[in-house]
């Protein structure tokens, strides 16, 4: 299992939450709610993080990212905040340069739950 490089993300990320339910509605307008799933992963957390770094670390973030499209791979992460590292999926991202060896990542990871 890969572990995300141990760079830090800009403060100010965006945390999601979207519980797993199903909803039953009625005629009259009662409704009723239940969890789809397991309990303890009908939750899923997805993050926005954006990591303001030098080219040198946006490189490293990049490669890591490069090989999990490739191999198709979780990898574990601590969010900021978080008592516990989490596996995440990033299923895209964006790099712009705005000044001479300063890079910024935009990243989204989706939390996934795997053995």
């Not at 989490?86 to 795997?114: D, H, L, M």
Request: with cysteine; charged share 25%.
């Amino acid at each position: 299992m890969a572990t995300f490089p141990s760079i830090k993300p800009t403060y100010g990320q965006q945390k999601n939450s979207a519980p797993l339910t199903r909803r039953i509605a009625f005629a009259d307008g009662y409704e009723h709610r239940i969890l789809f799933g397991l309990a303890e992963h009908q939750n899923p957390k997805v993050y926005s993080f954006t990591f303001e770094v030098s080219e040198t670390d946006a490189d490293v973030i990049e490669t890591f990212l490069d090989a999990r499209a490739n191999d198709s791979a979780s990898f574990d992460f601590e969010a900021p905040g978080e008592a516990a590292s989490q596996k995440f999926v990033c299923e895209g991202w964006s790099k712009s340069i705005p000044y001479n060896n300063r890079a910024t990542i935009q990243t989204t990871f989706r939390e996934v739950f795997e053995p």
